[in-house]
Structure formats: structure tokens, C-alpha cells
């Protein structure tokens, strides 16, 4: 190798090496900062959690209650379940990622049911907040509660028409049952 390193077999094959190490080197490190973003994409995309329902979509007024004991409501139209966290047979949201949340429920009724609505915000079977009105002075109750509080992952959240209550609602929406994370804490 000393007279001609430039024709020497094993001069050009340890060029070529240091090449092919200095290529895997650099794929290695971007393959890195690749996988490192699609984490961080990844870890926003489970960040994302938010539902809200109606009581149901019907263009003609239906009532909903009056019942002999508690139940939880089962919202049925859906307007975003980004998550998939609420489930609309059982009118139950789990919550995905742990983290503090802002959940809103408002309730509606008529006097041509019952004029009393009065419901209950609940986290794993117990009470956040209530929403209640009962037999006010004209032909219509609503109400609605707003709430942020800290939830972990799997808590189960619902709203429980109380017993003796009733809803009122139609195309308009008057019943929904809203949440989202506003951070997450896990």
C-alpha cells in the first residue's frame, strides 16, 4: 500500500467502508428524528378527546321519562366522538387519557310531559354535579351545568335522569351531554 493506495485492494475497500459507515450513521440518526416525530404525532393524536350528543334527532317533540328509579341517559345523535370514548348504547364515556376535562350538560323538559328535569353528572357512579329544575312558573324547564375536573384514564362518566323526571327534545337539541380534554396529565 505504500507505493499506490489508490489501486490497492484493500486501501479501496476500507474507503468504501468508512463511506458505508458514514452513510449508515447518517440514515441511523434520521430514522431517529423520523421515529422520535411520529411519536410526538402520535402521543397529540391520543391526546385529542371530545364528545357531544343529543338526546336524539327526531323533528317531532319526544319525551323521555318519566321513570319509577333512576337511569342513565343514553344520548343518541352524535355530533363529534373524536376518541371514540362515548358509547351510544350504553350513554357512557370513558375517559381515554387521563387529564383534567371540561364536561357541560344541558337538560330541557315541557309541560307536555312532566315539567321537571333534574339530572346528575356522575363519575363512576358518583354524583360531580346536578342540573335541576322543577315545575318552574311557565310551560318550559331547562337548565344546564358546566364542570372542569380532573379524571383518569377509565373513569366512566354519565348523566342520570333522576327518578320522576322527564326530557323534552326534537331536531333542535335541547338535551346534550358535552366533554373535552382540556390537558392531560399522564
Excluded: W
Aim: aromatic share 8%.
Amino acid at each position: 500500500c505504500v507505493t499506490d493506495q489508490a489501486s490497492c485492494g484493500c486501501c479501496l475497500m476500507q474507503k468504501q467502508i468508512g463511506r458505508l459507515e458514514k452513510f449508515f450513521n447518517m440514515s441511523i440518526n434520521k430514522l431517529k428524528d423520523e421515529l422520535m416525530s411520529s411519536k410526538m404525532i402520535l402521543n397529540n393524536m391520543r391526546s385529542r378527546s371530545a364528545f357531544s350528543v343529543a338526546l336524539n334527532n327526531n323533528s317531532a317533540m319526544v319525551s323521555y321519562g318519566p321513570f319509577s328509579s333512576d337511569s342513565i341517559i343514553k344520548y343518541k345523535h352524535v355530533f363529534i366522538n373524536l376518541g371514540d370514548g362515548y358509547n351510544v348504547e350504553t350513554g357512557i364515556f370513558t375517559v381515554p387519557r387521563s387529564g383534567v376535562y371540561s364536561l357541560s350538560v344541558t337538560v330541557y323538559s315541557s309541560a307536555r310531559v312532566t315539567l321537571s328535569n333534574c339530572v346528575t353528572l356522575q363519575v363512576n357512579g358518583e354524583n360531580v354535579a346536578e342540573a335541576i329544575e322543577r315545575s318552574g312558573q311557565d310551560l318550559e324547564d331547562s337548565t344546564s351545568v358546566v364542570v372542569a375536573v380532573q379524571l383518569n384514564a377509565g373513569d366512566q362518566l354519565s348523566v342520570r335522569l333522576l327518578q320522576g323526571c322527564s326530557l323534552s327534545d326534537d331536531i333542535n337539541h335541547y338535551n346534550t351531554f358535552t366533554g373535552f380534554l382540556l390537558y392531560a396529565s399522564d
